[in-house]
């Protein structure tokens, strides 16, 4: 009995100052930012931006929010800053739905006092169900709840991967900021028609008569639960939409699946509804035909250099390809003849 | 509440052991059992506040009728009073269980169109129903004595067992609760639990729920899975299943063991079985206990000759299919292990001439293609699986398939040995581990027989606990780069 004391207890012990340990290394360390900035002589290197995105928002100074995906992802924004606003950062999620972005504008605007928030109307987002998210969102980190915390403090995944490997780089004086330095998919990436190509994926053909319908219906769902509140809640807070150019190969990818009416009527949808605030300015690049045409510039349907970033801050900035109510329908309209019209053949052909 | 949780490993297990020690200790032996059901009546309720009033009033109504069943004696009334029983036991969990299953196919039959109900399915209704239900016939026949209410509910409701089993009798349990030399808190069987505890709860949050993202990818994209992928996957589906129910049988022997409670066995390494027959003696023994006692045996079991024998079989495996859930997939499971039992004992003899390593190599086999069935989402996506093993073609699996079986702890020894782009490794380790696990190492229960408190174990129950624990929260990866 007195062995069996000895070990149960010894266990236990062991197990809790284990447990304790794990939970204040991660404090001191705070890899995502929950409840300090990043120490200075500590390395943080974070690439899941669902689990970083709130950590920057609840510890970082800004009044200008960039809200992208992928394709947003390599704006470079020491450019942004001189061009648009000093005082800005950059949010950035993978494969995002708009209730992604509105978990974190919630938080946003809790923490901040924001001017502008520049906000990547991906087709592909608005294509996705209001109430949806790729991964599930680790809300004990998008709360001020400490009693939730236990979910950040005894995490293996965070502690083995981000606690003790960003402390051995500390040690070998590596340094990264993890507001800055975020993961982008530039390094291994392949510019031009053969990457293109390779990564063209045709869905199956939507029957005809339910894909306009079911378009506008995710659309709606999306403003009216995700985006819209914030342009009502915050009438003096500057909102820019810019929808950034798909490759012609994604309006090759629509054709064959039959949705690019559907694709024109939601975006039509979105763009009327958003321009009745006045807080709103909408920028549309995909009737850049020079720009969508050129296969090196793409890597896929839909992820582009970092040159047509630098591009689209230039057009923001000057207040080119803004949408208007005057001209959203002409401007929509020419893009739509244009994709519905372009030679495929002589696309997949190389010609 | 789960057993693999903060709230019940850090808080709710340490207070409630505290609690029920100390009333003991003080010899308040009634409070401590009523502070035991209080426990675990929060431990149900955690899950859904909801469900409590379901619970208290299945515990009522089947201790009321327990209490008829001493007062009257006539024959005709006990009869009508079990059948009442019975009738409302199983009414309540149809209700919950199948009442829509029973719509579907009504309107399908006669093409009405009766709308579903949706009732929300309150946690461990099949079990706690089936345990009272033991009662009930037990009652009937005049074999329980007259427990006080406070036992019956904590018989019930005993929380090590509660949600997910093992289905424990009242003749198993009440007993042990009146056992004076188990009022003491004892060292010994702390240990062996916390031991227990830990191998079950590294079986379920280390192995099946990494395993569960395979299943639950193979499920999502069943048709576009290759032959290695598809193999995997069934793999994944056996492996998942087993370390997820023994694991949790594992955890609710070592939490009872730590209040000095014996919980029966419910899996005796089935994987190890060499036949179908000796499989389903070794695979959720309590409930095979259940509908041997409960349904076998009232049938006739083997007592009328071979045609009701294989009959009465069948009738098992099927309701013990539908006790699985309400779905043409568990009908089909259970209608295939009676089959395959039958089939193997007109053939015994023949079998018994083969190689024990052939004729365990088809068991497997069997056992995995039909935990495919039971796992798919329905019965045709499940022969697609199963076909996709022969016609998917040999390829490499792809890496989002083969990221569901990414654990941390693998992951950085490849890095440290410059290896993370063989991402096959993780899939190979995971299943290789699975396989040695089922085929040779001990279980969970023989450890138990032979426990001793020594370093070696106390070092493996140490980390199996810590790497248990830290693996409560982990990150979800984005994978898909698809727009």
Redesign the interface.
Same mark, same amino acid.
């Given at each position: 009995?007195?062995?069996?004391?000895?070990?149960?207890l010894?266990?236990?012990i062991?197990?809790l100052i284990?447990?304790l340990g794990?939970a204040g290394a991660t404090v001191i360390a705070d890899p995502l930012l929950q409840y300090h900035k990043p120490l200075p002589f500590y390395t943080s290197f974070y690439r899941?931006?669902? !689990?970083i995105n709130p950590g920057i928002v609840k510890t970082t100074s800004f009044d200008t929010l960039l809200l992208g995906a992928?394709t947003t992802q390599n704006t470079d924004m020491e450019y942004f800053r001189r061009k648009i606003s000093p005082n800005s950062i950059k949010l950035i999620y993978?494969?995002p739905t708009t209730l992604n972005y509105k978990t974190i504008l919630n938080l946003a605007f809790e923490k901040q006092d924001l001017k502008a928030v520049y906000y990547a109307l991906?087709l592909?987002t608005l294509q996705k169900p209001y109430d949806t998210t790729?991964?599930?969102l680790?809300e004990y980190l998008y709360d001020d709840d400490l009693t939730n915390d236990?979910? !950040?403090l005894?995490?293996?995944?965070?502690?083995?991967?981000e606690v003790l490997?960003n402390t051995v780089n500390s040690l070998r004086g590596k340094h990264s900021d993890p507001v800055e330095d975020t993961e982008t998919?530039l390094e291994d990436a392949k510019f031009g028609r053969e990457s293109v190509m390779k990564n063209l994926?045709v869905r199956e053909r939507m029957e005809q008569s339910a894909d306009v319908d079911l378009y506008l219906e995710l659309a709606k769902g999306n403003l009216t639960q995700n985006i819209l509140p914030f342009l009502e809640e915050h009438p003096d807070v500057q909102f820019t939409f810019f929808v950034p150019p798909n490759c012609i190969s994604y309006w090759y990818g629509r054709k064959m699946d039959g949705t690019v009416d559907a694709s024109f009527q939601m975006l039509e949808y979105v763009t009327k509804t958003l321009l009745e605030y006045d807080n709103v300015e909408l920028y549309y690049f995909q009737d850049q035909f020079n720009w969508i045409t050129d296969f090196d510039n793409y890597i896929?349907?839909?992820h582009f250099r970092p040159e047509l970033n630098v591009a689209m801050v230039d057009c923001i900035a000057a207040g080119e390809h803004r949408l208007t109510k005057e001209n959203y329908r002409q401007v929509l309209q020419s893009v739509k003849s244009f994709v519905d019209s372009y030679d495929y053949k002589a696309m997949l052909e190389g010609k | 509440m789960l057993f693999n949780s903060?709230i019940f490993v850090l808080l709710f297990l340490p207070v409630t052991l505290i609690g029920y020690f100390a009333w003991n200790h003080f010899d308040r032996y009634k409070a401590a059992k009523i502070w035991l059901t209080a426990a675990s009546l929060v431990f149900y309720a955690y899950f859904k506040l909801d469900y409590l009033w379901i619970i208290l009033s299945s515990i009522l109504f089947n201790f009321a009728l327990n209490k008829l069943f001493v007062r009257v004696k006539k024959k005709n009334i006990r009869k009508a009073v079990l059948a009442f029983g019975l009738i409302v036991n199983i009414g309540i969990l149809f209700a919950f269980k199948y009442f829509d299953f029973f719509l579907l196919n009504l309107n399908y039959i006669l093409g009405t169109g009766f709308s579903f109900v949706n009732l929300l399915l309150p946690l461990g209704i099949s079990f706690f129903t089936f345990q009272q239900l033991s009662y009930l016939v037990d009652s009937y026949r005049g074999e329980v004595p007259d427990y006080g209410f406070v036992d019956y509910a904590l018989y019930v409701t005993f929380f090590p067992q509660l949600i997910a089993g093992p289905i424990v009798l009242h003749g198993e349990i009440i007993p042990q609760f009146e056992d004076l030399s188990k009022k003491k808190f004892?060292?010994?069987n702390?240990?062996?639990g916390?031991m227990a505890f830990s191998f079950g709860m590294a079986k379920k949050v280390l192995i099946a729920d990494v395993l569960g993202r395979t299943a639950a990818y193979a499920c999502a994209n069943i048709g576009s899975l290759n032959s290695v992928e598809s193999i995997l996957s069934i793999l994944a589906f056996s492996f998942r299943v087993y370390f997820d129910f023994s694991g949790y049988s594992d955890m609710a022997t070592g939490v009872g063991l730590m209040f000095n409670i014996e919980i029966p066995q419910n899996f005796d390494s089935p994987y190890k079985a060499v036949t179908i027959v000796e499989f389903w003696r070794r695979w959720n023994m309590t409930l095979n206990r259940f509908f041997l006692k409960y349904l076998y045996i009232p049938l006739g079991g083997n007592r009328g000759g071979v045609f009701k024998t294989y009959r009465n079989i069948m009738v098992v495996f099927l309701v013990s299919g539908l006790w699985h859930g309400a779905n043409y997939n568990y009908i089909l499971w259970g209608a295939i292990q009676g089959l395959l039992c039958i089939v193997t004992r007109v053939f015994m003899k023949q079998i018994e001439r083969l190689p024990r390593w052939l004729v365990h190599a088809g068991n497997l086999f069997c056992v995995c293609l039909g935990w495919t069935v039971f796992f798919a989402p329905s019965i045709g996506d499940a022969f697609t699986m199963i076909g996709s093993v022969f016609t998917g073609g040999f390829a490499m699996p792809s890496a989002d398939f083969l990221h569901t079986f990414q654990v941390?702890?693998i992951?950085?020894l490849l890095h440290l040995f410059g290896l993370l782009d063989y991402r096959i490794i993780y899939a190979v380790c995971m299943i290789g581990f699975s396989w040695f696990a089922v085929l040779f190492m001990k279980n969970t229960n023989e450890r138990m027989s032979v426990f001793q408190?020594t370093f070696r174990?106390?070092l493996v129950?140490?980390f199996l606990?810590?790497?248990s624990?830290?693996?409560?929260?982990?990150?979800?990866?984005?994978v898909?780069?698809?727009?």
């Open positions: 009995m007195k062995q069996s004391k000895k070990w149960s010894t266990i236990l062991a197990v284990t447990l794990c899941e931006e669902a !689990y992928s993978s494969g991906d592909s790729p991964v599930e680790p236990i979910n !950040y005894l995490n293996k995944d965070i502690f083995l991967k490997q998919w994926h896929d349907n839909v | 903060y004892r060292f010994d702390f240990a062996k916390l941390t702890e992951q950085m408190p174990k106390g129950t140490f606990l810590l790497l624990i830290l693996s409560f929260s982990r990150v979800e990866s984005f898909y780069f698809n727009f």
